[in-house]
């Protein structure tokens, strides 16, 4: 059973917005901080933004920082990604992850603190 499931991914103009969307059917994500990371082609993954399980601590990478929020939506047990002023540099397959780390840095996001991963969602910014 897939623990976490992307969706909201596809095609935006530059300019626009997109609404990722982190399902979880087999984890309760109240319980887990979730962070969202993309990977650009030729690029390492990197950390976007995340939600702390314990206080609500919001994070965003610079690259999106003003133009970007995350949420949870506890009715549908996920976590929302929403970004605007879409360029092509926010091109990337974007994936949700979660820990239960309690060592978590708020000033970067660690790929090797997160213990579950979904398969990602391909957005391209493109006119």
């Known amino acids: 059973q897939e623990q976490l499931v992307e969706s909201g991914g596809g095609l935006v103009q530059p300019g626009g917005s997109l609404k990722l969307s982190c399902a979880a059917p087999g984890l309760f994500l109240d319980y887990w901080t979730v962070g969202w990371f993309r990977q650009a082609p030729g690029k390492e993954r990197e950390g976007v933004s995340c939600?702390?399980?314990?206080?609500?601590?919001?994070y965003y990478a610079d690259s999106v920082k003003g133009r970007s929020t995350i949420s949870r939506d506890p009715s549908k047990n996920a976590v929302i990604l929403e970004m605007n002023s879409l360029t092509p540099d926010d091109t990337g397959v974007y994936f949700c992850?979660?820990?239960?780390?309690?060592?978590?840095?708020?000033?970067?996001?660690?790929?090797?603190?997160?213990?579950?991963w979904g398969k990602g969602t391909q957005v391209t910014v493109s006119s």
């Open positions: 939600i702390f399980n314990s206080d609500g601590f919001q």
């Open positions: 992850a979660a820990t239960t780390s309690v060592s978590l840095s708020r000033r970067s996001m660690a790929t090797h603190k997160y213990d579950y």
